[in-house]
Nanobody
């Protein structure tokens, strides 16, 4: 499966962005999807994940209550709605897919999109 992430940009602190991850090649419903981010000089970290059906979600403590992950398997897309953005949310955001269980470890995800950059100005 090929993944394409988009929706990043420059936003002021407190603002919102909506990231999308579109899949091609295979149906997205066969994969758990995770969003990860990587800030300059830092390791890639888990942000949010969603199960194949969309019935289960998982969030990093740092984004819980501000970010919402959802999926539309009919449209082969996963969305990350980001509200109340903070300067520490600045990073390149990646979506990733795997046919296994939902986990927070990025090394367990097989397929990756190219990343979309989010910059939050304070």
């Amino acid at each position: 499966v090929q993944l394409q992430a988009c929706g990043g940009g420059l936003v002021q602190a407190g603002g919102s962005l909506r990231l999308s991850c579109a899949a091609s090649g295979r149906t997205l419903s066969s994969y758990v999807i995770g969003w990860f981010r990587q800030a300059p000089g830092k390791e890639r970290e888990f942000v949010a994940g969603i199960s194949m059906s969309g019935g289960s979600t998982l969030y990093a403590v740092s984004v819980k209550g501000r970010f919402t992950i959802s999926r539309d398997n009919a449209k082969n897309t996963v969305t990350l709605q980001m509200n109340g953005l903070k300067s520490e949310d600045t990073a390149v955001y990646f979506c990733a897919a795997d046919s296994g269980i939902m986990v927070t470890n990025p090394t367990k995800y097989t397929y990756w999109g190219q990343g979309t950059e989010v910059t939050v100005s304070s």
